[in-house]
C-alpha cells in the first residue's frame, strides 16, 4: 500500500481488521461444507420421507415451517447486521487507542497522562459494550422468533398427526406409535434447524468481518509500475528534476515548477525553512508518490518508467527517525542485504563504527533492539542505519535530516561514517544544520517549493540571501551554545575525490 496510506493508518485497527477476517474465513468455509449442506440434506430427507411414508399435508408443513423459518433468519439476520458492523468498529477503536498507547507509552509517562489514556481505553470498551449489548439484543429477538416458529410448525404437525390417528385421512390410518415416531423425528429436525440459523448468523458475521479485510486488500495502488516498465541501468547516478509539481492537497501546492541536475559523484544539499518540500523530494525520488507534472530521471531514465523495485535497490536512504525491528543487531543490519554473509555484516558495522560497540554488548550482534530499537541510543540506532546502508552499496544515497535529532557532540561523530556512505556516489543531503553541508558540491535553498538561491557554500554567503541569514542565525546559536560548525563532513567532486579538510 502506499506511504500515503501508511501515514493515515491506525496499527490496532488494521491488525485486528487482518485478525478478524483471516479467522472468518476458517469460519465460513467450516460452516459451509460441514453444516450447512448436511443440515440442507436432512431438511430434503425430511420432507420426502413424511411424504412417502405419511401424507403429504405432513410434507407441506414440514416443508412451509423451514420456509418460514429460513426467511425470518435471513430478514432478521440482514435486520441486524448494522449492529455487528457498530461493534466491528467500536472493537477497532479500542484496539487502536491501546496500541497507540504502548507504542508512545514514553510520551504518556512524560506528560503523566496515563489516568488520561486509562479513561481513553474505557470509554472506547463502554461504546464497543453498548454496541455488543446492541447486537446481542438483536440476536435474542432472532432467537425467539426462530422458536416461534419452529412450536408454531411442531404444533401444527403434532394436531394433524393426532387427527390422522382419531379419525384418519384419505385412507391414511395411524398409530399412536407413528404421533410419536413424528413427533420425534420432527423434534429431532428442529435441532439441526436451530443450528442451521445460528449457522447463516455466523456466515452472515463472517462475511462482515471480511469486508474490513477486503476493503483494506482492495485499496488502489497509488503508484503502480508502468505496464511496460523495465529495470533501471545506472551509469553513475545523474539525478535530474525537470519543470516538477506535486502537491499532497491540491490546495496546497508543495513543489512548483521545480528543475535542477545532480551530476553523477556528486553532493548536493538541500536547505530551507519547514514546509519547503525538502523531504517531499526525497520522497518524490523514491517514488513513494507520484509527481503531479513535470518528470524525474535517473541517468536519463524516467522513474516512472523503471520498476519500482530496481528503483529502490539503487537508492540508500538514511533518514532522521530509524526505526529498527524488534529482533537481533544483526538481522537489522543484514535487512541492507538480506543475502549478506556474517562477515559482510561485520565489515559494514567497522565501516560505521559500531562494530566495537556492538562487541561490548553481553549478547554482541545476537543483542535484541526492542521495540523500534528503543534499547539503543540515538547514535546507535544511527549507525546501524548507516551499516545497514554501507551493506546495500546503493549508486545514490538519501540522507534525510540522519543527524538532526541528535546532539552536537554525537552529530560529529557519526559524520566520518556518513562520509563513507556517501563517497564515490550521488547524494542528497537535506539538513537543517548547516554546518554540516558547508563541503556541499551545490547547496539549493527552498522556499515554498521554488528555489531561491542555489551554489556553494561561499557562493551563497557572498550573495548575502536567505543562506547567508540562515547560516549567521546559526552560527551565533552554536557560538553561545559552545559549538563551533563541523568541517569535517566528507563529500565529492564529480572524480570522487574527497573534499575533506
Request: overall charge negative.
Given at each position: 500500500?502506499?506511504?500515503?496510506?501508511?501515514?493515515?493508518?491506525?496499527?490496532?485497527?488494521?491488525?485486528?481488521?487482518?485478525?478478524?477476517?483471516?479467522?472468518?474465513?476458517?469460519?465460513?468455509?467450516?460452516?459451509?461444507?460441514?453444516?450447512?449442506?448436511?443440515?440442507?440434506?436432512?431438511?430434503?430427507?425430511?420432507?420426502?420421507?413424511?411424504?412417502?411414508?405419511?401424507?403429504?399435508?405432513?410434507?407441506?408443513?414440514?416443508?412451509?415451517?423451514?420456509?418460514?423459518?429460513?426467511?425470518?433468519?435471513?430478514?432478521?439476520?440482514?435486520?441486524?447486521?448494522?449492529?455487528?458492523?457498530?461493534?466491528?468498529?467500536?472493537?477497532?477503536?479500542?484496539?487502536?487507542?491501546?496500541?497507540?498507547?504502548?507504542?508512545?507509552?514514553?510520551?504518556?509517562?512524560?506528560?503523566?497522562?496515563?489516568?488520561?489514556?486509562?479513561?481513553?481505553?474505557?470509554?472506547?470498551?463502554?461504546?464497543?459494550?453498548?454496541?455488543?449489548?446492541?447486537?446481542?439484543?438483536?440476536?435474542?429477538?432472532?432467537?425467539?422468533?426462530?422458536?416461534?416458529?419452529?412450536?408454531?410448525?411442531?404444533?401444527?404437525?403434532?394436531?394433524?398427526?393426532?387427527?390422522?390417528?382419531?379419525?384418519?385421512?384419505?385412507?391414511?390410518?395411524?398409530?399412536?406409535?407413528?404421533?410419536?415416531?413424528?413427533?420425534?423425528?420432527?423434534?429431532?429436525?428442529?435441532?439441526?434447524?436451530?443450528?442451521?440459523?445460528?449457522?447463516?448468523?455466523?456466515?452472515?458475521?463472517?462475511?462482515?468481518?471480511?469486508?474490513?479485510?477486503?476493503?483494506?486488500?482492495?485499496?488502489?495502488?497509488?503508484?503502480?509500475?508502468?505496464?511496460?516498465?523495465?529495470?533501471?541501468?545506472?551509469?553513475?547516478?545523474?539525478?535530474?528534476?525537470?519543470?516538477?509539481?506535486?502537491?499532497?492537497?491540491?490546495?496546497?501546492?508543495?513543489l512548483k515548477d521545480l528543475s535542477f541536475t545532480v551530476p553523477p559523484g556528486h553532493t548536493y544539499a538541500l536547505v530551507g525553512h519547514t514546509g519547503s518540500g525538502k523531504s517531499t523530494?526525497?520522497?518524490?525520488?523514491?517514488?513513494?508518490?507520484?509527481?503531479?507534472?513535470?518528470?524525474?530521471?535517473?541517468?536519463?531514465?524516467?522513474?516512472?518508467?523503471?520498476?519500482?523495485?530496481?528503483?529502490?535497490?539503487?537508492?540508500?536512504?538514511?533518514?532522521?527517525?530509524?526505526?529498527?525491528?524488534?529482533?537481533?543487531?544483526?538481522?537489522?543490519?543484514?535487512?541492507?542485504?538480506?543475502?549478506?554473509?556474517?562477515?559482510?555484516?561485520?565489515?559494514?558495522?567497522?565501516?560505521?563504527?559500531?562494530?566495537?560497540?556492538?562487541?561490548?554488548?553481553?549478547?554482541?550482534?545476537?543483542?535484541?533492539?526492542?521495540?523500534?530499537?528503543?534499547?539503543?541510543?540515538?547514535?546507535?540506532?544511527?549507525?546501524?542505519?548507516?551499516?545497514?546502508?554501507?551493506?546495500?552499496?546503493?549508486?545514490?544515497?538519501?540522507?534525510?535530516?540522519?543527524?538532526?535529532?541528535?546532539?552536537?557532540?554525537?552529530?560529529?561523530?557519526?559524520?566520518?561514517?556518513?562520509?563513507?556512505?556517501?563517497?564515490?556516489?550521488?547524494?542528497?543531503?537535506?539538513?537543517?544544520?548547516?554546518?554540516?553541508?558547508?563541503?556541499?558540491?551545490?547547496?539549493?535553498?527552498?522556499?515554498?517549493?521554488?528555489?531561491?538561491?542555489?551554489?556553494?557554500?561561499?557562493?551563497?554567503?557572498?550573495?548575502?540571501?536567505?543562506?547567508?541569514?540562515?547560516?549567521?542565525?546559526?552560527?551565533?546559536?552554536?557560538?553561545?551554545?559552545?559549538?563551533?560548525?563541523?568541517?569535517?563532513?566528507?563529500?565529492?567532486?564529480?572524480?570522487?575525490?574527497?573534499?575533506?579538510?
Open positions: 500500500l502506499s506511504l500515503r496510506w501508511h501515514l493515515g493508518r491506525k496499527t490496532g485497527e488494521v491488525l485486528r481488521v487482518i485478525d478478524r477476517g483471516t479467522s472468518s474465513i476458517n469460519t465460513l468455509l467450516s460452516y459451509i461444507v460441514f453444516q450447512i449442506f448436511p443440515t440442507i440434506a436432512d431438511v430434503i430427507i425430511a420432507i420426502a420421507y413424511f411424504i412417502t411414508f405419511f401424507n403429504y399435508l405432513f410434507g407441506i408443513i414440514v416443508f412451509c415451517s423451514m420456509v418460514v423459518y429460513l426467511i425470518v433468519t435471513v430478514i432478521i439476520t440482514e435486520w441486524r447486521t448494522k449492529y455487528r458492523r457498530q461493534m466491528n468498529l467500536r472493537d477497532n477503536e479500542a484496539n487502536a487507542k491501546a496500541v497507540d498507547s504502548l507504542l508512545n507509552f514514553e510520551t504518556v509517562k512524560y506528560y503523566e497522562a496515563s489516568d488520561w489514556e486509562r479513561q481513553r481505553y474505557r470509554d472506547a470498551i463502554l461504546s464497543y459494550q453498548k454496541a455488543e449489548w446492541n447486537s446481542t439484543a438483536s440476536l435474542n429477538l432472532l432467537n425467539l422468533v426462530q422458536n416461534m416458529v419452529n412450536t408454531v410448525g411442531l404444533a401444527a404437525g403434532s394436531l394433524l398427526c393426532a387427527w390422522a390417528v382419531v379419525h384418519g385421512i384419505n385412507n391414511l390410518n395411524l398409530t399412536v406409535g407413528d404421533y410419536v415416531l413424528f413427533g420425534t423425528y420432527l423434534a429431532q429436525l428442529y435441532v439441526p434447524l436451530n443450528w442451521l440459523g445460528t449457522y447463516y448468523r455466523m456466515i452472515q458475521q463472517a462475511f462482515i468481518d471480511m469486508e474490513n479485510m477486503f476493503d483494506l486488500l482492495d485499496k488502489d495502488l497509488e503508484v503502480k509500475d508502468a505496464p511496460n516498465a523495465k529495470d533501471i541501468e545506472l551509469q553513475g547516478g545523474k539525478i535530474q528534476f525537470k519543470k516538477v509539481c506535486f502537491h499532497y492537497d491540491p490546495s496546497k501546492p508543495i523530494i526525497v520522497r518524490l525520488l523514491f517514488r513513494f508518490y507520484d509527481i503531479q507534472s513535470g518528470s524525474i530521471f535517473i541517468d536519463g531514465q524516467d522513474i516512472k518508467e523503471v520498476t519500482q523495485k530496481s528503483l529502490r535497490q539503487c537508492i540508500g536512504v538514511v533518514p532522521q527517525d530509524t526505526v529498527l525491528f524488534n529482533s537481533d543487531i544483526r538481522y537489522n543490519i543484514r535487512y541492507g542485504k538480506v543475502s549478506a554473509s556474517d562477515e559482510e555484516v561485520e565489515n559494514a558495522a567497522q565501516a560505521a563504527e559500531i562494530h566495537n560497540r556492538i562487541l561490548n554488548f553481553p549478547q554482541k550482534y545476537e543483542t535484541v533492539v526492542g521495540e523500534r530499537g528503543l534499547k539503543l541510543s540515538g547514535g546507535e540506532k544511527q549507525r546501524v542505519a548507516i551499516a545497514r546502508t554501507l551493506l546495500k552499496a546503493p549508486a545514490i544515497v538519501l540522507l534525510d535530516e540522519a543527524t538532526s535529532a541528535l546532539d552536537t557532540k554525537t552529530e560529529r561523530s557519526i559524520q566520518a561514517s556518513l562520509a563513507k556512505v556517501c563517497e564515490n556516489r550521488t547524494t542528497i543531503i537535506v539538513a537543517h544544520r548547516l554546518s554540516t553541508i558547508i563541503h556541499a558540491n551545490q547547496i539549493i535553498v527552498l522556499n515554498e517549493g521554488q528555489i531561491m538561491e542555489m551554489g556553494t557554500h561561499q557562493e551563497l554567503l557572498e550573495q548575502n540571501g536567505q543562506y547567508a541569514e540562515m547560516w549567521q542565525s546559526q552560527l551565533i546559536n552554536e557560538q553561545q551554545e559552545g559549538d563551533l560548525p563541523d568541517a569535517n563532513f566528507g563529500v565529492q567532486d564529480g572524480n570522487g575525490a574527497s573534499l575533506l579538510n
